[in-house]
């Protein structure tokens, strides 16, 4: 019976260590990730898995899973973003509407952080008093568009250039990670959430790089695809007020760059004084 039990453990550990052998510099983090059912199970750990780069194993009881994963080739950020978008909330990323809504009816687990959210808006809605400006103020607060700081931070960002002045671009590329980091996604629209999750690593990624260098040019290649991606998601967002795409055919070598203004007049961040009108509104957004 001893020999048995032995032999178990024996193989237990040997198929544990198969399933890790096509894994290579592998971490193993427990996360709590919602869901209901068997189909839940099937639908996380498909989301997580990437042949030889990470795959997941989730408790229906506990709710908790061990995500495990080559910390060279990705990370648990990256894994439990693709978890989200299949549907599932965690606790770095709730999933869109949207894709929660394509769930099967076994699978709609209770979305706690959701509620929370709605009941608190709700609550900050009914508890006015006429002789409070603060919950006026909370009031507002709810109804702001949450990706307001975001854009006015770039707009400093891309005035900076326009002035062609490193130091300044440096400063309030500061301002922009800073904005980026303070974005409630609970607050997004499930159409916002779901481009937020696709470009926020690239965002925060070419906001960093700028305040990172004072050099110019290298502030501008940045700016370039920062520019590419905050187009996305303003797009994404149906921004009360105009924003202007606009288009630089000269920039990058003839091969061209975009940017976003909050004015339609032409005042060029890739040249600056050089060529400070050259290029032209392809779209507004609004």
């Known amino acids: 019976m001893k020999s048995i039990k032995i032999l178990m453990a024996t193989l237990l550990l040997l198929s544990t260590f198969l399933s890790y ?12 990730i919602a869901g209901s059912c068997s189909q839940c199970k099937e639908g996380i750990e498909a989301a997580a898995f990437e042949k030889n780069i990470s795959k997941a194993n989730w408790d229906k009881e506990t709710k908790v899973a061990a995500v495990t994963y080559d910390s060279k080739k990705t990370s648990l950020d990256a894994i439990l973003k693709k978890i989200a978008l299949a549907g599932y909330d965690n606790k770095s990323y ?7 809504a394509k769930l099967e009816e076994c699978c709609r687990y209770e979305r706690i952080g959701k509620n929370e ?26 109804d702001a568009d949450p990706l307001k700081p975001v854009l006015d931070a770039y707009y400093a960002v891309k005035d900076a250039l326009v002035s062609s002045d490193g130091n300044a671009t440096s400063a309030k590329a500061t301002s922009l990670v800073k904005a980026l980091k303070a974005v409630k996604m609970d607050e997004l629209g499930s159409e916002q959430h779901m481009v937020w999750m696709k470009v926020m690593k690239d965002l925060n990624f070419d906001a960093e790089h700028i305040e990172e260098t004072k050099d110019l040019g290298h502030q501008r290649d940045h700016f370039s695809s920062l520019s590419e991606n905050m187009y996305k998601l303003i797009k994404s967002a149906k921004p009360s007020q105009a924003v202007y795409y606009q288009h630089c055919p000269m920039a990058k070598e003839g091969k061209g760059a975009n940017w976003l203004s909050q004015v339609s007049a032409i005042k060029n961040p890739y040249y600056g004084a050089q060529m400070l009108n050259c290029g ?6 609004k």
């Open 21 to 32: 052998a096509d894994i290579k510099n592998v971490t193993t983090e427990n996360v709590t």
């Open 94 to 100: 709730l999933a869109p509407d949207d894709a929660y």
């Open 117 to 142: 959210v709605v009941a608190q808006k709700k609550m900050a809605g009914h508890e006015h008093d006429a002789g409070s400006m603060e919950t006026i103020n909370k009031a507002k607060s709810a």
């Open 280 to 285: 032209k509104t392809t779209e507004t957004l």
